[in-house]
């Protein structure tokens, strides 16, 4: 059947989202099989990425990806059948197969040249290859073009090449039985047939076409066909199902063995079987779960119910007209609130997608380095707005790679130092205060104060009679072309980046901070919005002004009575909450608006939480709480410091999103600089 160009369109861009979640997939199994490598469920998993994306490209015509594939297929199947196992050198091999394959897959997607180095990937598959004696039949099933064959009952009785799988040899028959919407996502069934008789002799297909209704009621899209395929063949069921493994969600297999002709027992004597119906197991879809899309189903259900009570309700003329329209009103309310959550829900995916390309990071830099590290992985479900994962990708990268060059030490200097030889470089992620947090924390050198004072002061950053503290100090390296750096790289060292992962991380409303400790390490924080579409916050007044505060960040909030608050020299003011002694940033002060009164009787303290501790923030009102769609700043106005984003209040005006970690850092540098200024009065 062929596609008109907007359905194979379709059926491309799926398949090239899902070939690189395989080539990810496929990655990261090398990585851990490096470490445990007797694990066969690892080497089946890998394999069975390569096979999904060779069928998909067979599919589209991709030659050469199919191609590269069939080779890397061919050389896992030796890990499958336990005749190898991974060597360091060989693992090298495998990894830069999967970087082929993700050049080769965007070549395909932009229909531009392949990448350089592809061929140079595949020869070195085959020299391995070459040495197990099996590059024959490598190349004989190698074509990977797409073939076209007309749907019809057939016999195929020529050799279709050995399998060379271990076991006796039987004769097997599969019947396969096509999804009726396998053609609608593009696949074609003889693809897989040709597959199946590659792994045995004396291949046989019959195509059954019993299901095919009369002319006048075919529909093209819909396929009709089930194919029986008998062949000789050694290959265990676990190999014959990996052939339909691009299919097998909506096909059913069935694989009956008649013998083994091995040891003289007629075909038929004893048979055994195996079902395959993935169809109805899989309860999942490829992006999300069943139960979100029902859930989301059921609640358009409620609002449909909740919409023909309020019509029935207005055209009533009973008395208890007006009390059933408010309560149709509560259930509309109340279901698109959990409406609205179940979908941002779908939004919501796990950081581990980006942590996911961090140990092939670590592993490659860790040996052109000369260095032993360990990569940590903790938090990895945490989840987080799938929009702000891919802003997340960059600067992680960075912040990995730096803290491999520069953050961990040679082992000679480990050794040294007393320190394992072994560097350890952490990941974590958490929820914390209604946002996600991201550190990146290494068990290195630490970062030299008193060689990033000295630059600072040669690049004009610093006054040379300054005395800042060490925090100071330490967020100065995110200044643009700032650098401690004694050898520059091809990975690090020329002063630019940090200053793009702090711009890159500001920009989605997030706030970067570091700490570090000569001789122990260095570790960097990025504290995240959970979301960048929309939040729960709660309306104040300053003054005629209308700001929104992110509710999750609230701790609690109270009228402040003028016993409470202090005021403490180099520290501003701070008011008394349950003991303890809170910051408090007055934000009119802050944000400099002009107030008729300075009395604070009748204000309002919002504590909230931010990366460096709690805050009181003082308002003059409260207005009330609810759901806020964020407006990117940026987008609309230009950016402002201390405001995450901006709203269409109920009364249609703009009402700016505070981001209680921007204020923090305003108001912290802010009372730095007054004490400057207090030292330099006094002297």
């Known amino acids: 059947?062929?596609?008109?160009?907007?359905?194979?369109?379709?059926?491309?861009?799926?398949?090239?989202?899902?070939?690189?979640?395989?080539?990810?997939?496929?990655?990261?199994?090398?990585?851990?099989?490096?470490?445990?490598?007797?694990?066969?469920?690892?080497?089946?998993?890998?394999?069975?990425?390569?096979?999904?994306?060779?069928?998909?490209?067979?599919?589209?015509?991709?030659?050469?990806?199919?191609?590269?594939?069939?080779?890397?297929?061919?050389?896992?199947?030796?890990?499958?059948?336990?005749?190898?196992?991974?060597?360091?050198?060989?693992?090298?091999?495998?990894?830069?197969?999967?970087?082929?394959?993700?050049?080769?897959?965007?070549?395909?997607?932009?229909?531009?040249?392949?990448?350089?180095?592809?061929?140079?990937?595949?020869?070195?598959?085959?020299?391995?290859?070459?040495?197990?004696?099996?590059?024959?039949?490598?190349?004989?099933?190698?074509?990977?073009?797409?073939?076209?064959?007309?749907?019809?009952?057939?016999?195929?009785?020529?050799?279709?090449?050995?399998?060379?799988?271990?076991?006796?040899?039987?004769?097997?028959?599969?019947?396969?039985?096509?999804?009726?919407?396998?053609?609608?996502?593009?696949?074609?069934?003889?693809?897989?047939?040709?597959?199946?008789?590659?792994?045995?002799?004396?291949?046989?297909?019959?195509?059954?076409?019993?299901?095919?209704?009369?002319?006048?009621?075919?529909?093209?899209?819909?396929?009709?066909?089930?194919?029986?395929?008998?062949?000789?063949?050694?290959?265990?069921?676990?190999?014959?199902?990996?052939?339909?493994?691009?299919?097998?969600?909506?096909?059913?297999?069935?694989?009956?063995?008649?013998?083994?002709?091995?040891?003289?027992?007629?075909?038929?004597?004893?048979?055994?079987?195996?079902?395959?119906?993935?169809?109805?197991?899989?309860?999942?879809?490829?992006?999300?779960?069943?139960?979100?899309?029902?859930?989301?189903?059921?609640?358009?259900?409620?609002?449909?119910?909740?919409?023909?009570?309020?019509?029935?309700?207005?055209?009533?003329?009973?008395?208890?007209?007006?009390?059933?329209?408010?309560?149709?009103?509560?259930?509309?309310?109340?279901?698109?609130?959990?409406?609205?959550?179940?979908?941002?829900g779908v939004r919501m995916v796990p950081v581990g997608t980006v942590f996911g390309r961090f140990p092939r990071v670590a592993r490659d830099l860790a040996a052109k380095f000369g260095k032993a590290i360990v990569l940590y992985v903790e938090g990895e479900d945490t989840e987080i707005d799938r929009g702000m994962v891919e802003q997340l990708a960059d600067p992680l990268t960075h912040l990995v790679r730096n803290a491999i060059d520069h953050g961990i030490e040679s082992p000679d200097v480990r050794a040294e130092r007393g320190k394992p030889a072994e560097g350890r470089i952490a990941l974590r992620a958490a929820h914390q205060g209604g946002r996600v947090v991201v550190d990146v924390e290494d068990d290195g050198a630490g970062m030299n104060l008193e060689r990033i004072r000295e630059k600072a002061v040669a690049l004009g950053l610093l006054d040379p009679e300054a005395e800042p503290d060490e925090q100071t100090l330490n967020e100065l390296v995110f200044a643009p072309g700032f650098s401690t750096a004694q050898e520059i790289t091809d990975v690090s060292g020329r002063g630019v980046g940090m200053d793009v992962v702090k711009r890159t991380i500001e920009s989605v409303g997030g706030v970067i901070s570091v700490s570090s400790e000569p001789g122990r390490g260095t570790r960097i924080r990025l504290s995240l919005p959970l979301t960048t579409a929309i939040m729960d916050g709660l309306s104040v007044r300053v003054a005629d002004q209308t700001f929104v505060l992110p509710l999750l960040s609230i701790v609690e909030s109270f009228r402040l009575k003028p016993e409470h608050l202090k005021r403490v020299f180099g520290a501003g003011e701070v008011v008394r909450v349950r003991g303890d002694a809170v910051p408090l940033v007055r934000l009119n002060r802050e944000l400099g608006i002009a107030v008729d009164t300075t009395d604070s009787s009748r204000s309002i303290v919002c504590v909230v939480d931010t990366s460096s501790g709690r805050i009181g923030l003082l308002v003059d009102e409260v207005l009330g709480q609810g759901q806020v769609v964020i407006k990117t700043l940026e987008t609309n106005y230009r950016r402002i410091d201390g405001m995450t984003g901006a709203t269409i209040a109920g009364d249609g005006r703009v009402a700016l999103i505070v981001d209680p970690q921007g204020i923090a850092r305003r108001a912290t540098s802010g009372r730095g600089r007054e004490k400057e200024h207090a030292a330099r009065e006094i002297q």
């Open 1 to 344: 059947m062929a596609l008109n160009e907007k359905d194979r369109s379709r059926f491309e861009a799926t398949f090239f989202e899902e070939a690189a979640e395989h080539v990810a997939a496929m990655e990261q199994a090398l990585l851990a099989l490096e470490t445990n490598p007797d694990n066969s469920e690892l080497v089946n998993s890998i394999f069975r990425a390569a096979h999904s994306i060779k069928g998909g490209a067979g599919m589209f015509g991709f030659q050469t990806l199919a191609g590269v594939t069939h080779v890397l297929e061919s050389r896992l199947d030796r890990f499958r059948q336990g005749h190898d196992r991974l060597t360091p050198r060989m693992a090298d091999v495998l990894l830069h197969a999967a970087d082929a394959l993700r050049g080769l897959l965007e070549a395909a997607r932009l229909r531009g040249p392949e990448p350089p180095g592809v061929h140079a990937i595949r020869e070195a598959l085959e020299r391995e290859l070459d040495a197990d004696g099996v590059r024959g039949r490598v190349r004989a099933g190698a074509r990977g073009g797409r073939q076209s064959s007309p749907l019809v009952d057939s016999e195929a009785s020529e050799p279709r090449g050995r399998s060379g799988r271990p076991g006796e040899t039987c004769d097997v028959q599969v019947t396969f039985e096509p999804g009726r919407e396998l053609f609608a996502r593009g696949m074609d069934p003889l693809l897989v047939v040709r597959d199946l008789l590659s792994l045995g002799d004396n291949g046989r297909v019959r195509t059954d076409l019993t299901a095919l209704p009369d002319l006048d009621h075919i529909d093209p899209e819909m396929c009709y066909l089930r194919f029986v395929v008998e062949l000789r063949t050694s290959a265990e069921d676990a190999a014959i199902r990996d052939v339909f493994a691009f299919v097998e969600d909506v096909s059913k297999i069935d694989i009956v063995r008649r013998g083994s002709a091995a040891n003289g027992e007629s075909p038929g004597r004893e048979a055994t079987r195996t079902e395959v119906s993935k169809a109805a197991a899989n309860a999942r879809t490829v992006r999300v779960s069943t139960e979100k899309i029902d859930k989301i189903i059921d609640l358009v259900g409620e609002l449909v119910i909740a919409e023909t009570m309020i019509l029935a309700a207005l055209s009533s003329e009973q008395p208890d007209a007006r009390a059933r329209l408010r309560d149709a009103a509560e259930a509309i309310g109340r279901n698109t609130r959990e409406l609205q959550e179940e979908v941002m």
